[in-house]
């Protein structure tokens, strides 16, 4: 019961933008990729099944593991036109979520995990490693969109010390 409930929170989650409600406070919004571009301290480490991790700012926190429960802060829209489905750096709320297989989808597991608390990434992630053949309805995200992740890592705990 708990883990569909969660699961259901998540397909939810991401339409919830705040909207251009003033008196929400909005949270600091990582550099972009173009001002980072002259940046040579941002590299891409490039992951299985197409997926890219950019980390723009290497955070000093912990390393998140595969089945971590974590906090951050993200931008999310469709490659292909740019469409952004979710901002919490807009809304000023950060997500908190499980990385664990089922919880999250597969393109933030694998790409989130290895990175440090702290740090500052944008994920490319291609349609196999986030909604796929199916898409998202509640977000309009459409069959086979790839997606992009803007996402600041506020903090991570292990699995193990969550209880």
């Not at 929170?9 to 990582?30: F, K, M, N, R, Y």
């Not at 002259?38 to 290497?58: D, F, Q, T």
């Not at 459409?142 to 992009?148: G, K, M, R, T, V």
């Amino acid at each position: 019961m708990r883990r569909s409930l969660f699961i259901g929170l998540l397909t939810v989650l991401p339409a919830c933008s705040g909207g251009d409600d003033p008196s929400v406070s909005e949270a600091p919004h990582p550099r972009s990729a173009e001002e980072n571009q002259s940046n040579s301290s941002a590299y891409i480490i490039k992951k299985a099944g197409g997926l890219e991790a950019e980390v723009l700012v290497e955070g000093d926190g912990r390393t998140i593991g595969s089945s971590d429960w974590v906090t951050v802060h993200y931008r999310g829209k469709l490659v292909e036109d740019e469409y952004v489905f979710g901002d919490t750096f807009k809304n000023g709320v950060p997500l908190s979520l499980s990385l664990e297989s089922g919880q999250a989808i597969t393109g933030w597991q694998k790409g989130l995990s290895g990175l440090r608390v702290g740090s500052r990434v944008i994920l490319r992630i291609p349609s196999t490693l986030a909604y796929g053949e199916k898409g998202l309805a509640s977000t309009r995200i459409p069959a086979d969109a790839d997606l992009e992740y803007e996402i600041e890592i506020l903090n991570a705990v292990a699995r193990a010390d969550r209880r």
